[in-house]
Protein backbone atom coordinates (compact mmCIF):
# COMPACT_ATOMS: atom_id res chain seq x y z
CA UNK A 1 0.00 0.00 0.00
CA UNK A 2 1.22 2.94 -1.34
CA UNK A 3 -0.09 6.59 0.98
CA UNK A 4 -0.44 9.59 -1.47
CA UNK A 5 0.61 13.03 -0.54
CA UNK A 6 -2.08 15.48 -2.08
CA UNK A 7 -2.33 19.30 -3.08
CA UNK A 8 -2.55 21.23 0.15
CA UNK A 9 -5.82 23.15 -1.48
CA UNK A 10 -8.20 24.82 1.51
CA UNK A 11 -11.88 24.65 1.56
CA UNK A 12 -11.69 28.66 1.37
CA UNK A 13 -10.11 28.07 -2.40
CA UNK A 14 -13.36 27.04 -3.38
CA UNK A 15 -15.17 29.92 -2.26
CA UNK A 16 -15.74 31.88 -5.75
CA UNK A 17 -17.41 28.55 -7.04
CA UNK A 18 -19.91 27.42 -3.86
CA UNK A 19 -22.51 29.40 -2.52
CA UNK A 20 -23.04 30.09 0.66
CA UNK A 21 -25.37 28.30 1.99
CA UNK A 22 -22.89 24.93 1.12
CA UNK A 23 -20.31 26.35 2.60
CA UNK A 24 -21.95 26.96 5.25
CA UNK A 25 -23.32 23.28 5.53
CA UNK A 26 -19.81 21.69 4.98
CA UNK A 27 -18.48 23.66 7.64
CA UNK A 28 -20.97 22.58 10.13
CA UNK A 29 -21.10 18.87 8.95
CA UNK A 30 -16.85 19.11 9.26
CA UNK A 31 -17.09 20.41 12.51
CA UNK A 32 -19.66 17.63 14.08
CA UNK A 33 -16.97 14.89 12.33
CA UNK A 34 -13.83 16.74 14.33
CA UNK A 35 -11.31 14.37 14.81
CA UNK A 36 -13.21 11.62 12.34
CA UNK A 37 -10.21 9.06 10.49
CA UNK A 38 -10.81 8.12 7.11
CA UNK A 39 -9.30 5.65 4.78
CA UNK A 40 -9.99 5.64 0.96
CA UNK A 41 -8.56 2.80 -1.19
CA UNK A 42 -8.22 2.25 -4.56
CA UNK A 43 -5.95 0.82 -6.91
CA UNK A 44 -3.96 3.41 -9.18
CA UNK A 45 -2.42 7.17 -7.95
CA UNK A 46 -3.13 8.46 -11.45
CA UNK A 47 -5.06 7.63 -14.99
CA UNK A 48 -8.97 7.11 -14.80
CA UNK A 49 -11.66 8.73 -12.75
CA UNK A 50 -11.07 7.74 -9.37
CA UNK A 51 -7.44 9.02 -8.81
CA UNK A 52 -9.12 11.90 -10.56
CA UNK A 53 -11.70 12.36 -8.06
CA UNK A 54 -9.17 11.44 -5.04
CA UNK A 55 -6.47 13.65 -5.29
CA UNK A 56 -9.16 16.49 -5.39
CA UNK A 57 -11.58 15.47 -2.68
CA UNK A 58 -8.92 14.15 0.08
CA UNK A 59 -7.06 17.88 0.27
CA UNK A 60 -10.00 19.18 1.04
CA UNK A 61 -11.78 16.60 3.83
CA UNK A 62 -8.37 17.01 5.24
CA UNK A 63 -8.78 21.36 5.13
CA UNK A 64 -12.53 20.58 6.46
CA UNK A 65 -11.19 18.65 9.80
CA UNK A 66 -11.45 15.17 8.85
CA UNK A 67 -8.46 13.10 8.76
CA UNK A 68 -8.13 12.03 5.75
CA UNK A 69 -5.44 9.49 3.95
CA UNK A 70 -5.53 8.00 0.61
CA UNK A 71 -3.92 4.57 0.29
CA UNK A 72 -2.93 3.33 -3.09
CA UNK A 73 -2.81 -0.73 -3.60
CA UNK A 74 0.48 -2.55 -4.45
CA UNK A 75 -0.50 -5.05 -7.29
CA UNK A 76 1.03 -6.23 -9.83
CA UNK A 77 0.13 -6.47 -13.68
CA UNK A 78 -1.56 -10.02 -13.22
CA UNK A 79 -3.91 -8.69 -10.85
CA UNK A 80 -5.18 -5.78 -12.84
CA UNK A 81 -5.66 -8.76 -15.83
CA UNK A 82 -8.31 -9.98 -13.03
CA UNK A 83 -9.39 -6.94 -11.93
CA UNK A 84 -10.03 -5.48 -15.44
CA UNK A 85 -11.78 -8.88 -15.83
CA UNK A 86 -14.09 -8.68 -13.63
CA UNK A 87 -14.75 -4.94 -13.86
CA UNK A 88 -15.61 -6.14 -17.57
CA UNK A 89 -17.86 -8.75 -16.28
CA UNK A 90 -19.64 -7.12 -13.74
CA UNK A 91 -20.31 -4.65 -16.50
CA UNK A 92 -21.94 -7.03 -18.50
CA UNK A 93 -19.38 -8.22 -20.64
CA UNK A 94 -18.26 -12.00 -21.53
CA UNK A 95 -14.84 -12.33 -20.03
CA UNK A 96 -13.01 -14.91 -18.04
CA UNK A 97 -12.83 -15.44 -14.37
CA UNK A 98 -10.90 -18.71 -13.54
CA UNK A 99 -9.85 -20.42 -10.20
CA UNK A 100 -6.69 -19.24 -10.69
CA UNK A 101 -7.45 -16.05 -11.33
CA UNK A 102 -9.74 -15.84 -8.11
CA UNK A 103 -6.53 -17.01 -5.78
CA UNK A 104 -4.27 -14.78 -7.10
CA UNK A 105 -7.16 -11.39 -6.92
CA UNK A 106 -7.50 -12.93 -3.05
CA UNK A 107 -4.04 -13.01 -2.21
CA UNK A 108 -3.12 -9.52 -3.40
CA UNK A 109 -6.47 -8.40 -1.64
CA UNK A 110 -5.13 -10.28 1.77
CA UNK A 111 -1.44 -8.36 1.44
CA UNK A 112 -3.05 -4.88 1.41
CA UNK A 113 -5.40 -5.56 3.70
CA UNK A 114 -2.57 -6.88 5.87
CA UNK A 115 -0.54 -3.76 4.91
CA UNK A 116 -2.75 -1.13 6.95
CA UNK A 117 -1.27 -0.61 10.36
CA UNK A 118 -3.13 2.26 11.59
CA UNK A 119 -6.88 1.84 12.82
CA UNK A 120 -9.35 4.38 11.22
CA UNK A 121 -13.07 5.30 11.76
CA UNK A 122 -14.19 4.78 8.22
CA UNK A 123 -12.62 2.85 5.69
CA UNK A 124 -14.02 3.45 1.83
CA UNK A 125 -12.64 0.64 -0.65
CA UNK A 126 -13.52 1.78 -4.25
CA UNK A 127 -14.65 -0.23 -6.86
CA UNK A 128 -14.26 -4.58 -7.12
CA UNK A 129 -9.84 -3.95 -7.44
CA UNK A 130 -10.14 -3.10 -3.36
CA UNK A 131 -13.13 -4.35 -2.53
CA UNK A 132 -11.77 -8.05 -1.66
CA UNK A 133 -9.52 -6.37 1.16
CA UNK A 134 -13.06 -6.37 3.31
CA UNK A 135 -12.52 -9.77 4.01
CA UNK A 136 -8.91 -9.54 5.96
CA UNK A 137 -10.16 -5.74 7.58
CA UNK A 138 -13.24 -6.67 8.94
CA UNK A 139 -11.39 -9.31 11.38
CA UNK A 140 -8.81 -6.69 11.94
CA UNK A 141 -10.34 -3.88 12.56
CA UNK A 142 -13.77 -4.71 13.97
CA UNK A 143 -15.03 -0.66 15.10
CA UNK A 144 -14.37 0.30 11.66
CA UNK A 145 -16.74 1.12 9.30
CA UNK A 146 -16.85 0.33 5.59
CA UNK A 147 -18.15 1.73 2.63
CA UNK A 148 -17.81 -0.11 -0.74
CA UNK A 149 -17.29 2.65 -3.15
CA UNK A 150 -19.01 1.37 -6.71
CA UNK A 151 -17.80 3.75 -9.44
CA UNK A 152 -19.36 0.98 -12.37
CA UNK A 153 -22.07 0.28 -13.95
CA UNK A 154 -23.95 -2.64 -12.22
CA UNK A 155 -27.04 -2.68 -14.62
CA UNK A 156 -26.09 -6.15 -15.97
CA UNK A 157 -23.77 -8.31 -14.77
CA UNK A 158 -22.71 -11.55 -15.53
CA UNK A 159 -23.84 -13.52 -12.45
CA UNK A 160 -20.50 -15.51 -11.96
CA UNK A 161 -18.85 -12.16 -11.20
CA UNK A 162 -21.63 -10.99 -9.19
CA UNK A 163 -21.58 -13.75 -7.28
CA UNK A 164 -17.77 -13.93 -6.93
CA UNK A 165 -18.13 -10.32 -5.29
CA UNK A 166 -21.35 -10.32 -3.44
CA UNK A 167 -20.28 -11.83 -0.15
CA UNK A 168 -17.85 -9.27 0.33
CA UNK A 169 -19.90 -6.51 -0.55
CA UNK A 170 -22.61 -7.75 1.83
CA UNK A 171 -19.85 -7.59 4.53
CA UNK A 172 -19.73 -3.41 4.16
CA UNK A 173 -22.16 -1.19 6.06
CA UNK A 174 -22.96 0.85 2.92
CA UNK A 175 -22.41 0.98 -0.62
CA UNK A 176 -22.26 4.01 -2.42
CA UNK A 177 -23.37 4.33 -5.91
CA UNK A 178 -22.66 7.17 -9.09
CA UNK A 179 -26.48 6.19 -10.64
CA UNK A 180 -29.99 5.12 -8.40
CA UNK A 181 -29.95 2.26 -11.35
CA UNK A 182 -26.60 0.73 -10.44
CA UNK A 183 -27.28 -1.41 -7.44
CA UNK A 184 -31.49 -2.21 -8.12
CA UNK A 185 -32.76 -5.35 -7.71
CA UNK A 186 -29.51 -6.71 -5.66
CA UNK A 187 -29.48 -7.53 -2.33
CA UNK A 188 -26.96 -5.04 -0.67
CA UNK A 189 -26.29 -3.03 2.08
CA UNK A 190 -27.84 -0.05 2.98
CA UNK A 191 -26.53 2.63 -0.18
CA UNK A 192 -26.86 6.21 -0.94
CA UNK A 193 -26.66 7.44 -4.63
CA UNK A 194 -23.42 10.40 -4.54
CA UNK A 195 -22.56 12.22 -8.15
CA UNK A 196 -18.69 12.14 -8.90
CA UNK A 197 -17.13 15.85 -8.92
CA UNK A 198 -14.62 17.81 -11.10
CA UNK A 199 -12.45 20.23 -9.41
CA UNK A 200 -12.48 23.59 -10.64
CA UNK A 201 -8.98 24.47 -9.50
CA UNK A 202 -7.22 21.72 -10.37
CA UNK A 203 -4.78 21.85 -13.90
CA UNK A 204 -6.81 20.14 -16.01
CA UNK A 205 -9.49 22.06 -15.28
CA UNK A 206 -8.63 25.94 -14.29
CA UNK A 207 -8.57 28.80 -16.54
CA UNK A 208 -5.31 28.66 -18.63
CA UNK A 209 -3.60 32.47 -19.16
CA UNK A 210 -2.33 33.12 -22.48
CA UNK A 211 0.91 32.87 -22.10
CA UNK A 212 -0.01 29.04 -21.32
CA UNK A 213 -2.70 28.78 -24.11
CA UNK A 214 0.00 29.69 -26.74
CA UNK A 215 2.36 27.62 -24.88
CA UNK A 216 -0.19 24.32 -25.42
CA UNK A 217 -0.84 25.50 -28.76
CA UNK A 218 2.59 25.27 -30.50
CA UNK A 219 3.49 21.90 -28.53
CA UNK A 220 0.97 20.63 -30.37
CA UNK A 221 1.09 22.70 -33.81
CA UNK A 222 4.80 20.60 -33.29
CA UNK A 223 3.05 17.34 -33.59
CA UNK A 224 1.01 18.19 -37.20
CA UNK A 225 -2.39 19.36 -34.88
CA UNK A 226 -3.84 22.67 -36.69
CA UNK A 227 -5.18 25.12 -33.95
CA UNK A 228 -6.93 26.68 -36.68
CA UNK A 229 -9.54 24.43 -37.65
CA UNK A 230 -12.73 22.82 -36.44
CA UNK A 231 -11.92 20.21 -34.12
CA UNK A 232 -13.45 17.47 -32.40
CA UNK A 233 -12.43 15.29 -29.18
CA UNK A 234 -12.98 12.36 -27.33
CA UNK A 235 -10.56 12.21 -23.82
CA UNK A 236 -10.96 8.86 -22.49
CA UNK A 237 -8.77 5.96 -21.97
CA UNK A 238 -8.04 2.97 -24.97
CA UNK A 239 -10.84 0.88 -23.60
CA UNK A 240 -13.78 -1.43 -25.24
CA UNK A 241 -16.63 0.58 -23.41
CA UNK A 242 -15.19 4.05 -24.67
CA UNK A 243 -16.36 3.55 -28.27
CA UNK A 244 -13.44 4.56 -30.16
CA UNK A 245 -14.06 2.94 -33.23
CA UNK A 246 -17.68 4.60 -33.24
CA UNK A 247 -16.35 8.03 -33.09
CA UNK A 248 -13.60 7.63 -35.40
CA UNK A 249 -16.49 6.15 -37.96
CA UNK A 250 -18.82 9.38 -37.00
CA UNK A 251 -15.97 11.72 -37.53
CA UNK A 252 -15.37 9.83 -41.21
CA UNK A 253 -18.79 10.74 -41.85
CA UNK A 254 -18.19 14.39 -40.83
CA UNK A 255 -15.08 14.97 -42.66
CA UNK A 256 -17.31 14.85 -45.91
CA UNK A 257 -18.82 17.94 -45.08
CA UNK A 258 -15.83 20.03 -42.95
CA UNK A 259 -12.66 18.79 -45.01
CA UNK A 260 -10.58 20.08 -42.54
CA UNK A 261 -12.03 18.62 -39.08
CA UNK A 262 -9.70 16.93 -36.90
CA UNK A 263 -10.30 14.09 -34.47
CA UNK A 264 -8.68 14.09 -31.39
CA UNK A 265 -8.38 11.04 -29.06
CA UNK A 266 -6.80 11.73 -26.05
CA UNK A 267 -6.55 8.32 -24.34
CA UNK A 268 -3.71 8.07 -20.66
CA UNK A 269 -2.47 4.76 -20.12
CA UNK A 270 -3.86 4.13 -16.59
CA UNK A 271 -1.96 1.67 -14.25
CA UNK A 272 -4.51 -0.84 -13.21
CA UNK A 273 -5.97 -0.82 -16.72
CA UNK A 274 -3.65 -3.58 -18.78
CA UNK A 275 -6.55 -3.31 -22.07
CA UNK A 276 -4.75 -0.18 -22.78
CA UNK A 277 -2.39 -0.39 -25.31
CA UNK A 278 -4.33 -3.41 -26.95
CA UNK A 279 -7.40 -0.67 -27.59
CA UNK A 280 -4.94 2.00 -28.59
CA UNK A 281 -3.61 -0.66 -31.08
CA UNK A 282 -6.77 -1.50 -32.85
CA UNK A 283 -7.84 2.35 -33.10
CA UNK A 284 -4.39 3.59 -34.84
CA UNK A 285 -5.14 0.84 -37.38
CA UNK A 286 -8.60 1.79 -38.10
CA UNK A 287 -7.22 5.38 -37.91
CA UNK A 288 -4.42 4.67 -40.38
CA UNK A 289 -2.61 7.49 -41.67
CA UNK A 290 -5.02 10.06 -41.95
CA UNK A 291 -2.92 13.42 -40.91
CA UNK A 292 -6.49 14.93 -39.31
CA UNK A 293 -6.63 11.98 -36.77
CA UNK A 294 -4.59 12.64 -33.81
CA UNK A 295 -3.82 9.51 -30.89
CA UNK A 296 -2.50 11.37 -28.22
CA UNK A 297 -0.93 9.33 -24.89
CA UNK A 298 -0.29 10.41 -21.43
CA UNK A 299 -0.97 14.06 -21.68
CA UNK A 300 -0.53 16.64 -19.30
CA UNK A 301 -3.04 17.88 -17.20
CA UNK A 302 -3.11 21.09 -19.31
CA UNK A 303 -3.13 19.79 -22.73
CA UNK A 304 -6.25 17.78 -21.33
CA UNK A 305 -7.05 21.33 -20.30
CA UNK A 306 -6.36 23.03 -23.10
CA UNK A 307 -7.81 20.34 -25.84
CA UNK A 308 -11.14 20.28 -24.15
CA UNK A 309 -11.37 24.12 -24.21
CA UNK A 310 -10.05 24.55 -28.10
CA UNK A 311 -12.62 21.67 -29.23
CA UNK A 312 -15.84 22.98 -30.54
CA UNK A 313 -17.64 19.60 -29.17
CA UNK A 314 -16.11 16.91 -27.48
CA UNK A 315 -17.56 13.44 -28.14
CA UNK A 316 -18.49 10.40 -25.57
CA UNK A 317 -19.32 7.47 -27.94
CA UNK A 318 -18.80 5.37 -24.63
CA UNK A 319 -20.81 1.87 -24.60
CA UNK A 320 -21.12 1.77 -20.63
CA UNK A 321 -19.81 5.04 -18.47
CA UNK A 322 -20.50 5.03 -14.56
CA UNK A 323 -20.24 8.29 -14.61
CA UNK A 324 -17.72 9.69 -17.34
CA UNK A 325 -16.10 13.12 -15.45
CA UNK A 326 -14.44 14.02 -18.80
CA UNK A 327 -18.32 15.41 -19.49
CA UNK A 328 -18.46 17.65 -16.82
CA UNK A 329 -14.92 18.59 -17.70
CA UNK A 330 -15.93 19.73 -20.91
CA UNK A 331 -19.18 21.11 -20.16
CA UNK A 332 -17.16 23.14 -17.42
CA UNK A 333 -15.22 24.75 -20.22
CA UNK A 334 -18.31 25.54 -22.21
CA UNK A 335 -17.52 22.82 -25.15
CA UNK A 336 -20.89 21.18 -26.01
CA UNK A 337 -20.56 17.38 -25.66
CA UNK A 338 -22.21 15.23 -27.86
CA UNK A 339 -22.60 11.70 -25.52
CA UNK A 340 -24.26 8.13 -25.75
CA UNK A 341 -26.77 8.06 -23.89
CA UNK A 342 -25.70 5.25 -21.12
CA UNK A 343 -24.38 5.20 -17.33
CA UNK A 344 -23.61 8.75 -16.09
CA UNK A 345 -23.56 10.66 -19.15
CA UNK A 346 -27.05 11.56 -19.24
CA UNK A 347 -26.90 12.75 -15.66
CA UNK A 348 -24.45 15.51 -17.06
CA UNK A 349 -26.06 16.39 -20.45
CA UNK A 350 -29.29 18.22 -20.44
CA UNK A 351 -30.33 17.08 -24.16
CA UNK A 352 -30.61 19.74 -26.39
CA UNK A 353 -29.52 22.75 -24.20
CA UNK A 354 -25.74 21.62 -23.20
CA UNK A 355 -24.78 18.81 -25.94
CA UNK A 356 -27.12 15.81 -27.06
CA UNK A 357 -27.74 12.27 -26.40
CA UNK A 358 -27.38 9.88 -28.66
CA UNK A 359 -27.64 5.85 -28.56
CA UNK A 360 -24.89 4.31 -28.34
CA UNK A 361 -24.80 1.94 -31.29
CA UNK A 362 -25.81 5.04 -33.59
CA UNK A 363 -23.63 6.44 -35.35
CA UNK A 364 -25.36 8.46 -37.71
CA UNK A 365 -27.28 10.03 -34.86
CA UNK A 366 -23.20 11.05 -33.27
CA UNK A 367 -22.28 12.69 -36.48
CA UNK A 368 -25.91 14.53 -37.38
CA UNK A 369 -26.04 15.94 -34.03
CA UNK A 370 -21.77 17.11 -33.80
CA UNK A 371 -22.86 18.64 -37.48
CA UNK A 372 -25.43 20.41 -36.26
CA UNK A 373 -22.83 21.75 -33.52
CA UNK A 374 -19.77 22.66 -35.78
CA UNK A 375 -22.57 24.34 -38.16
CA UNK A 376 -24.20 26.60 -36.08
CA UNK A 377 -21.70 28.84 -33.42
CA UNK A 378 -24.84 30.40 -32.00
CA UNK A 379 -26.00 27.15 -30.78
CA UNK A 380 -22.71 26.21 -29.27
CA UNK A 381 -21.89 28.88 -28.05
CA UNK A 382 -25.82 28.95 -25.83
CA UNK A 383 -25.16 25.17 -24.91
CA UNK A 384 -21.59 26.21 -23.49
CA UNK A 385 -23.10 28.22 -21.22
CA UNK A 386 -25.96 25.97 -19.85
CA UNK A 387 -23.46 23.50 -19.62
CA UNK A 388 -20.95 26.16 -17.62
CA UNK A 389 -23.92 26.75 -15.55
CA UNK A 390 -24.76 23.04 -14.65
CA UNK A 391 -21.49 21.93 -13.72
CA UNK A 392 -21.07 25.05 -11.30
CA UNK A 393 -24.27 23.98 -10.01
CA UNK A 394 -24.37 19.84 -9.83
CA UNK A 395 -20.82 18.74 -10.48
CA UNK A 396 -18.23 20.77 -8.14
CA UNK A 397 -16.41 18.87 -5.58
CA UNK A 398 -17.56 21.13 -3.07
CA UNK A 399 -21.34 19.69 -3.48
CA UNK A 400 -19.35 16.20 -3.63
CA UNK A 401 -17.81 16.71 -0.10
CA UNK A 402 -20.95 17.97 1.27
CA UNK A 403 -22.57 14.17 0.45
CA UNK A 404 -19.87 12.46 1.74
CA UNK A 405 -19.61 14.20 4.85
CA UNK A 406 -23.74 14.02 5.27
CA UNK A 407 -22.90 10.35 5.06
CA UNK A 408 -20.39 10.01 7.31
CA UNK A 409 -22.61 11.49 9.76
CA UNK A 410 -25.41 9.35 9.26
CA UNK A 411 -22.78 5.89 9.38
CA UNK A 412 -20.10 6.61 11.92
N1 LIG B 1 -7.91 11.45 -18.56
C1 LIG B 1 -6.73 12.12 -18.72
N2 LIG B 1 -5.94 11.86 -19.79
C2 LIG B 1 -6.31 10.96 -20.70
C3 LIG B 1 -7.52 10.25 -20.55
C4 LIG B 1 -8.31 10.52 -19.45
O1 LIG B 1 -6.37 12.96 -17.91
O2 LIG B 1 -5.56 10.76 -21.64
C5 LIG B 1 -8.73 11.77 -17.40
C6 LIG B 1 -10.00 12.50 -17.79
O3 LIG B 1 -9.73 13.87 -18.00
C7 LIG B 1 -10.88 12.21 -16.58
C8 LIG B 1 -10.45 10.81 -16.19
O4 LIG B 1 -9.16 10.59 -16.75
O5 LIG B 1 -10.57 13.09 -15.53
C9 LIG B 1 -11.40 9.77 -16.73
O6 LIG B 1 -12.49 9.68 -15.89
P1 LIG B 1 -13.88 9.15 -16.40
O7 LIG B 1 -14.80 9.19 -15.24
O8 LIG B 1 -14.30 9.93 -17.59
O9 LIG B 1 -13.62 7.66 -16.90
P2 LIG B 1 -12.88 6.39 -16.28
O10 LIG B 1 -11.50 6.41 -16.83
O11 LIG B 1 -12.92 6.51 -14.80
O12 LIG B 1 -13.66 5.24 -16.82
Given at each position: M??????????????????????????????????????HV??????????????SLVPVFDDAGVDTDWGVM??????????????????????????????????????????????????????????????????????????????IDLTAPTESHLDFVVDDVRRTDHVVFSHDEYGRGIDLPPSTVIYPSID????????????????ERD?????SFDADTPVITQVSRFDPWKGQL????????????FPDLQLVFVGGMAADDPEGPRIFDRVATRAADDPDVHLLTNQPDTTVNFLQRRSDVVLQKSRREGFGLIVSEALWKRTPVVGSNVGGIPLQIDDGESGYLVEPDDVDALAARTERLLADEALSTAFGHHGRATVRDRFLVTRH???WLELFLAIR
Open positions: QFQSVSDRSLDDYASVTDHDRMRRIRSAADRLAGLRVLNSTATGGGVAELLSDASTEFFEVTKSLHNGLQGRRSPLTDEMKATYRSVTDRNANAISDEYDIVVLHDPQSLGMIDTLVDRFPDTRFVWRCHPLAAKNRSLDRSELRARLESIGALEAYRRLATTLLE
